[in-house]
Nanobody, 128 residues
């Protein structure tokens, strides 16, 4: 059973920064396309950023461009989300998602249904 575990959430003031980490238990996770999603209270889960298995291709939701950076370390089976200039509207539970892809190092998936493995989420709260 593949486990996905997020860490790094917390409380931060507006304008501050946080770094989220995602660990995947599968040593073949370098073949996974991965993404960060978030879900604010009373809202639907939405994609924040996604990264191809090779790390070459990334995608950002318009609301995050220029503020968030997604990256991965395939040697360590880790993925990161660097968040800066945080706003109160960034407050949400942030989820790491992963799905294996074969022979597709540049594929990006943006939909919830495209991802097979999910973490339990980590709370990010941005105070005004």
């Amino acid at each position: 059973q593949v486990r996905v575990i997020e860490s790094g959430g917390g409380l931060v003031q507006a304008g501050g920064s946080l770094r989220l980490s995602c660990a995947v238990s599968d040593r073949t996770s370098s073949t996974y396309t991965m993404a960060w999603f978030r879900q604010a209270l009373g809202k639907e889960r939405e994609v924040v950023a996604a990264i191809s298995s090779s790390g070459e291709i990334t995608y950002y939701a318009d609301s995050n461009k220029g503020r968030f950076t997604i990256s991965r370390d395939n040697a360590e089976n880790l993925m990161y989300l660097e968040m800066s200039s945080l706003k109160p509207e960034d407050t949400a539970v942030y989820f790491c998602a992963a799905t294996p892809v074969l022979d597709a190092p540049t594929y990006i998936f943006k939909r919830l249904d495209d991802y097979y493995y999910w973490g339990q989420g980590t709370q990010v709260t941005v105070s005004s």
